[in-house]
């Protein structure tokens, strides 16, 4: 069983910037393809980025390329999201989700096993 923690959200004004950690236990993380998904207000959960196992391959949604930049360090079991130029179509609650069936490439949240609980990060015009 893989459990996932998500921290570093909270309230951020348009033009800011905001690193968001997952940290995994219970797992070989090192194994895993990592992706951070988000759910905005009335929306369905979409895809923002993925990362490879060993941080070699990264995807990204097309509305946070250039922005947004995943990273992972397999000694300490974390994956990260870096935000920059955030504006209020970001608002969300961002969530890490570990996809332990296939080596790489799914950016479908059918395909991730587990989730983190979720952090919010408003955006205030």
């Known amino acids: 069983q893989v459990q996932l923690v998500e921290s570093g959200g909270g309230l951020v004004q348009t033009g800011g910037s905001l690193r968001l950690s997952c940290a995994a236990s219970g797992g070989t993380f090192s194994s895993y393809t990592m992706g951070w998904f988000r759910q905005g207000p009335g929306k369905e959960r979409e895809f923002v980025a993925s990362?490879?196992?060993?941080?070699?391959?990264?995807r990204y949604a097309e509305s946070v390329q250039g922005r947004f930049t995943i990273s992972r360090d397999n000694a300490k079991n974390t994956t990260y999201l870096k935000m920059n130029s955030l504006n209020p179509e970001d608002t969300a609650v961002y969530y890490c989700?570990?996809?332990?069936?296939?080596?790489?490439?799914?950016?479908?949240?059918?395909?991730?096993?587990?989730w983190g609980q979720g952090t919010q990060v408003p955006v205030s015009s």
């Open positions: 990362i490879s196992p060993s941080g070699a391959l990264r």
């Open positions: 989700a570990a996809d332990t069936d296939r080596p790489w490439g799914s950016t479908e949240v059918r395909d991730y096993d587990y």
